[in-house]
């Protein structure tokens, strides 16, 4: 069993095939996919819903990207706080600070990224962090809004060094590692995916985004989840079938 703990599944590379890219993963062996739930941003936060509504393979978060920030109203925000309750929603995300395109003003993501916080705190939900070019910024926000609570969540699609990964897991996170530890230039990536305790790990794809060779440049999708857990078997001496069991069970415990 494995599962991609992060994918966009509505996405509209996705319209044209979506069924049998969802067969591919099961056929592969991705027994599960968590569809991530910002789309385009409010007024709709449902496009991960809508997906877990029609595959029972599928579950799904809901939240506002930083790069939607500027659009998440009141409105939209008790709309996210209503979703929570569906049972096929397991987290809020992605949510965080992305510093690099800066498509919403930088303030205006850190009050929406401090609003999801108390939301899924009140919930008892876990979240999945988005953060870019902005790790210090995130991570006192993280510590002050979030770490009070006790609360896990998933640093998705790791991309920092090993010091900001153990910044991370002090902070109760589990991380998750994408395509990019199969890059030839990322061995900051895997240096942190090696020092990952075990039972901190999650694999992902990110798709449609950053497919792992040798696969890359293509269009991800879920089932190419299995070069990345067999290139994050091989830097931890793992056997594929126990870093699938260990990374499953990881996200078993997370979210279920």
Not at 133 to 156: R, S, V, Y
Request: proline letters at 7%; charged letters at 25%.
């Amino acid at each position: 069993m494995l599962i991609d703990s992060h994918c966009h599944l509505d996405d509209e590379q996705f319209d044209g095939d979506r069924d049998e890219v969802v067969q591919r993963a099961l056929d592969a062996g991705v027994t599960q996919m968590v569809s991530i739930g910002t789309g385009l941003g409010p007024p709709d936060l449902e496009p991960a819903v809508r997906l877990a509504d029609r595959y029972p393979s599928l579950l799904a978060t809901v939240g506002v990207h930083p790069h939607y920030a500027a659009k998440a109203d009141d409105a939209a925000l008790q709309r996210l706080e209503a979703l929570l309750k569906h049972p096929k929603v397991v987290a809020v995300g992605e949510i965080g600070l992305d510093y690099h395109y800066d498509f919403s003003p930088r303030d205006v993501q850190r009050r929406v990224f401090i609003d999801q916080l108390r939301i899924a705190a009140s919930h008892g939900k876990p979240i999945v962090i988005h953060t870019r070019e902005a790790w210090d910024d995130t991570f006192a926000t993280l510590e002050q809004h979030w770490a009070p609570h006790g609360l896990p969540g998933i640093m998705h699609c790791f991309s920092g060094t090993p010091a900001e990964a153990a910044r991370a897991l002090a902070l109760g996170f589990y991380i998750s590692f994408g395509g990019m530890i199969t890059f030839p230039k990322a061995e900051e990536i895997r240096q942190a995916a090696v020092e990952t305790p075990l039972d901190r790990l999650l694999v992902e794809t990110d798709a449609p985004y950053l497919a792992p060779a040798p696969k890359r440049g293509k269009r991800n999708e879920p089932a190419l989840v299995v070069h990345t857990a067999r290139r994050l078997a091989e830097l931890r001496s793992l056997s594929y079938e126990e870093l699938c069991a260990a990374t499953s069970a990881n996200f078993q415990k997370l979210c279920c």
